[in-house]
Nanobody
Framework: QVQLVESGGGLVQPGGSLRLSCAAS????????MAWWRQRPGKERELVAG??????NYGDSVKGRSTISRDNAKNTVTLQMNSLKFEDTAVYYC????????????WGQGTQVTVSS
C-alpha cells in the first residue's frame, strides 16, 4: 500500500523553526521527484519546495528560509523551515511524482503548521 505520512507540524512562534518529515512506504522515493506543497486558509495549494536527482526548487515565499532534503535509503524527505512568519500558517502536504514522465503521483494527508504568538 502506497503511503506518504507527514509529521513535524505544530504551533510555533514567529521567527521560530520547524522540521517537517515525510515518510514514504509502498514505493521507493529514489525514482520520484519529491515535493512539499502547502495550502493556506482561503488560498490555492502552492509549491513550497521540491527535490529531484539532483535538482532542488523553492517557492519564492520560502526561498532563503527553507531547506529540502531527501534520504533515499530511509525513504524520507525533510523540510527545514526557519524564520517562520504568520503567513507560513498552512497545511503542508508531501507529494511524490514518478520520474521522468510523472505517470504516478501520490499525496500525503497533510500536517498543520500554525505560526502564532
Amino acid at each position: 500500500q502506497v503511503q506518504l505520512v507527514e509529521s513535524g507540524g505544530g504551533l510555533v512562534q514567529p521567527g521560530g523553526s520547524l522540521r517537517l518529515s515525510c515518510a514514504a512506504s509502498g514505493f521507493s522515493i529514489g525514482n520520484y521527484y519529491m515535493a512539499w506543497w502547502r495550502q493556506r486558509p482561503g488560498k490555492e495549494r502552492e509549491l513550497v519546495a521540491g527535490i529531484g536527482s539532483p535538482e532542488v526548487n523553492y517557492g519564492d515565499s520560502v526561498k532563503g528560509r527553507s531547506t529540502i532534503s531527501r534520504d533515499n535509503a530511509k525513504n524520507t524527505v525533510t523540510l527545514q523551515m526557519n524564520s517562520l512568519k504568520f503567513e507560513d500558517t498552512a497545511v503542508y502536504y508531501c507529494k511524490a511524482i514518478s520520474m521522468p514522465y510523472g505517470r504516478n503521483e501520490y499525496w500525503g494527508q497533510g500536517t498543520q503548521v500554525t505560526v502564532s504568538s
